[in-house]
């Protein structure tokens, strides 16, 4: 009787960590619709690696195609929030009712009065963006993700933020990288739940759906078999900060257009798009037809796509294709690339490349492995 009792409790356990994620309209669009994308541009150039940046502070970038995002809540009685699980920084952060800057007052607010279990600390946090900064303190408090509560989580509340934050839906940000690049070496939310044992494995992976608001989902302690097909090719990391490993080449058509002779690439679902060098961008870019404007969009015509070619990744050995219908974001004004360039050598494998493989980040071998949808 013990042992069953057990087992429906890894059962209940493995299935209160699933996450479901939202997939809505991103900033671009929304500007768009309105006739303020041009100058939301301008006024807030997109410099895509600055979150990679060791700073001594957490960085991030302005990323206006953001898609996904999933519900948490914060305190006692929980507080709900919106965020994007980023695997490409480490810190978790919300606004909060001390902050009145309009992407503040644009979104929800934590209010730590409200919550008989916070506790307050006189910790500064900063995180630097390409175009202004969050500014906040630390605090501890419960967080809820999927039926379970992670005891005593640190967390950053905002104070100010940035203006170009008012444009993004989630509310804040639950960061899922290595906690060497923390700010204030504050402890992940996810080194806590493996340090509470509040994971049967330590693995989180994700799922992207591209064609529904529905389907996409993040799974903490678990690999879900139903959610690939063919092996799970794994590849050690790089660098044990955020997801990097080694990528060997980029090729169209068996020809090496951008990465030859190997570099290093961050593998974020925190970026939207696939970011490289920007040389390597624009021979991709020519590949596809794409123009670049003043901004940085890379253009192309929507009659072309179905012509256009399959991209391949190699990865430590191993190769991961892309197909146009992936790379090729359409929306009322026309087509444009998911390939954006960056003065920076790094590269980073965004849900552009996330979409298409079932993603799993494995603490436990300092691994990410890679499978083919289901």
């Not at 970038?61 to 898609?67: I, V």
Request: hydrophobic share 35%; net charge negative; aromatic share 10%.
């Amino acid at each position: 009787m013990k042992l069953i009792v057990l087992l429906c409790a890894l059962v209940t356990l493995s299935e209160s960590l699933r996450i479901p994620l939202i997939k809505g309209k991103s900033a671009r669009e929304n500007l768009k619709e309105q006739g303020h994308w041009k100058e939301f541009r301008l006024n807030h150039p997109h410099r895509p690696t600055i979150k990679f940046v060791q700073s001594g502070a957490e960085s991030m970038t302005n990323d206006a195609d953001l898609f996904y995002y999933g519900v948490i809540s914060i305190g006692t009685p929980g507080q709900s929030f919106q965020v994007i699980f980023d695997s490409g920084s480490s810190n978790l952060w919300v606004p909060s009712v001390s902050c009145s800057s309009k992407a503040c007052l644009n979104h929800k607010r934590f209010n730590p009065r409200a919550s008989s279990t916070f506790k307050s600390t006189n910790q500064a946090l900063s995180i630097q963006y390409g175009t202004g900064s969050m500014t906040g303190y630390l605090g501890y408090d419960n967080v809820q993700i999927g039926g379970i509560t992670v005891k005593n989580q640190v967390f950053g509340l905002s104070k100010t933020e940035a203006p170009f934050l008012a444009t993004i839906a989630a509310d804040g940000i639950l960061g899922l990288a290595y906690q060497s690049i923390a700010s204030d070496n504050a402890t992940p939310v996810f080194d806590n739940m493996m340090s509470q044992g509040l994971v049967a494995q330590d693995v989180f992976s994700v799922y992207l759906s591209s064609n529904s608001e529905q389907g996409s989902v993040m799974l903490f302690g678990e690999i879900d078999d139903s959610l690939y097909t063919g092996d799970i090719y794994w590849i050690p990391l790089s660098s044990e900060t955020y997801y990097q490993v080694t990528m060997d080449s980029v090729t169209i058509n068996g020809q090496i257009v951008a990465c030859a002779g190997g570099c290093q690439a961050i593998i974020d679902t925190g970026t939207s798009l696939i970011v490289g060098p920007t040389s390597g961008i624009n021979k991709i870019n020519s590949w596809i037809g794409a123009t670049t404007d003043i901004y940085g969009d890379a253009t192309v015509s929507c009659s072309t796509v179905p012509c256009m070619p399959s991209i391949t990744f190699t990865i430590n050995g191993y190769t991961f294709t892309i197909p146009a219908s992936s790379y090729v974001f359409q929306d009322s004004s026309g087509c444009w690339s998911g390939f954006t360039g960056s003065r920076d050598q790094l590269w980073i494998l965004g849900d552009v490349f996330i979409r298409n493989f079932y993603t799993i980040f494995d603490r436990s071998n300092n691994s990410v492995g890679l499978a083919q949808l289901a």
